[in-house]
């Protein structure tokens, strides 16, 4: 890439969009302007994030924060509203610190003081306290909405085209990448970050394959208290035979919750969240009353159900992270099981490491297609051994769990995680040394 390019990407506003008007909504809601007709148009742009998600904000917060200006293509209209919420741990926590929005979020959740293990008839198992296996953890459960939220609130009004699916990408002669959205507006990009999910667009047109449907699918709520929720700040974990529940306080007012469930397939997909529910009931009937007035507790509209899958990025077999410069970051490149509650913090760990190497590369006397190449394949290099072990290890924690064979449940329940199982190795995996962008 020139060196004129290059400057032109750092601090400078290259997004004179020629599409027909402002695409996107009011932000956060469902409300603000909108052209009701979009033109077939093209438009040529420098760095495009294809995903409006965690990993995809995260990132244009992050090269912002760096100088790089971004356009973020989200196929819906825009923030996501809906979902329930997730467990950040300290390696999330010092991403969020270090793109500016830690203490922004902070104030508006819970911090997590430990954890609680219980068998399905609600004896205790064992519990755990996170600051005495390390000083240094931080766990709280955040609302998706509300850090999606919080990292769009960062971008300027023009970063971010709702109602733009990435329907196809391809190559042109001049090395560039054609993404064609599914309205039919088409644009140019020199550089692509995929952060397009698990189903990720990007990541197919690399040759990764589908993710693998691991053999569970999870329910999940947010229960609503407004009188206040009555909990102990700690995590609280059920387990059954392939079947377990957890839940956690997330603010004053609301409670996350899921349940964890053997299921030789997917199954069918149900939108009516009524019912959601009166599965999710049926399946924890007689459980610890705990979790049952939570269910009740919650507003059907924030039940959701979830195949889990993943992609276990094998050495050797699996497809880089990048080509030439096009790169993924996020479920898009690593889609892993819940198990461990590192998804969405390695997707903001990829958001911090991808940006500085980028910024770097775009900042290099003089730029070059070539640096941006390397700083992909320096990117790749530094994330595959964190993100492999952790997709695997959260893959064979799940197989643990969902036991469904009454003697090794037992054994489990009785054994394992109250004589054998310690917190501070298996929470290692959080350490992630992060300094301010
Ligand atoms: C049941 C469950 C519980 C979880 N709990 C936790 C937890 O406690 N802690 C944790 O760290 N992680 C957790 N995760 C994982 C976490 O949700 C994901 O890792 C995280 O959302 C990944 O962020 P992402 O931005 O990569 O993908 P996503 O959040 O999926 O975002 C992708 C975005 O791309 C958009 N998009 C998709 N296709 C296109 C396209 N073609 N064109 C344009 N836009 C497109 C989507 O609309 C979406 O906005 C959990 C996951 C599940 C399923």
């Known amino acids: 890439m020139a060196s004129a390019t290059s400057s032109s990407l750092l601090l400078s ?10 695409l996107r909504k009011g932000r956060g809601g469902r409300s ?17 994030v294809v995903g409006g998600g965690i990993a995809g904000l995260s990132t244009a917060v992050a090269l912002q924060r760096l100088g790089v200006r971004s356009l973020v293509l989200e196929q819906a209209d825009g923030i996501r509203t809906g979902g329930t919420s997730l467990t950040l741990f300290k390696n999330g926590w010092r991403v969020l ?28 198992l064992r519990s755990f306290t996170f600051k005495d296996e390390d000083e240094s953890q931080e766990v709280r459960a955040v609302e998706r909405r509300v850090l999606l939220e919080t990292l769009a609130s960062k971008l300027p009004a023009d970063a971010i085209r709702f109602s733009s699916k990435l329907a196809k990408i391809e190559k042109d002669e001049q090395g560039e990448t054609l993404l064609d959205l599914e309205d039919g507006a088409q644009l140019t990009a020199k550089i692509v970050i995929g952060c397009d999910g698990v189903r990720s667009a990007v990541a197919r047109w690399m040759g990764h394959t589908e993710p693998t449907y691991v053999g569970h699918c999870a329910f999940r709520g947010l229960a609503y208290y ?17 079947l377990r529940a957890g839940y956690v306080p997330v603010s004053p007012t609301k409670v996350y919750w899921f349940i964890c469930f053997n299921s030789p397939s997917p199954g069918s997909r149900i939108t ?21 007035t939570l269910i009740d507790q919650t ?36 889609p892993m099981t819940p198990n461990l509650g590192q998804g969405a913090c390695c997707a903001l760990e990829d958001a911090v490491v991808l940006a500085k190497k980028l910024a770097q590369a775009l900042k290099s006397s003089p730029a070059s297609d070539s640096s941006v190449e390397d700083a992909f394949k320096s990117y790749s290099k530094e994330r595959w051994p964190r993100v492999f072990p952790l997709s695997l290890r959260s893959n064979l924690v799940g197989s643990f769990l969902q036991w469904d064979n009454p ?31």
């Open 13 to 22: 506003s290259v997004f004179g969009c020629r599409f027909g008007g402002d």
């Open 32 to 48: 603000g302007c909108r052209t009701l007709v979009r033109p077939v148009c093209r438009s040529a742009e420098d760095v495009v």
């Open 97 to 124: 610190d270090a793109i500016g929005v830690g203490s922004e979020l902070r104030r508006q959740f819970l911090e997590i003081q430990g954890m609680v293990v219980k068998s399905e008839d609600g004896r205790e």
């Open 226 to 242: 407004p009188d206040g929720q009555p909990l102990q700040p700690r995590v609280n974990y059920i387990y059954g035979k392939g």
């Open 272 to 292: 009516d969240p009524s019912l959601l529910k009166k599965h999710a009931q049926e399946l924890v009937k007689g459980w610890p009353s705990e979790l049952l």
């Open 299 to 334: 507003p059907d509209e924030t039940i959701s159900k979830t195949p889990l899958v993943d992609r276990i990025l094998w050495p050797a077999i699996s497809p880089p992270a990048s080509t030439d410069k096009v790169v993924l970051a996020g479920d898009a490149w690593h």
């Open 407 to 437: 003697i090794v449940c037992s054994v489990r329940n009785n054994v394992i995680l109250p004589k054998v199982v310690q917190l501070g190795p298996l929470l290692e995996h959080t350490n992630f040394p992060c300094e301010p962008l």
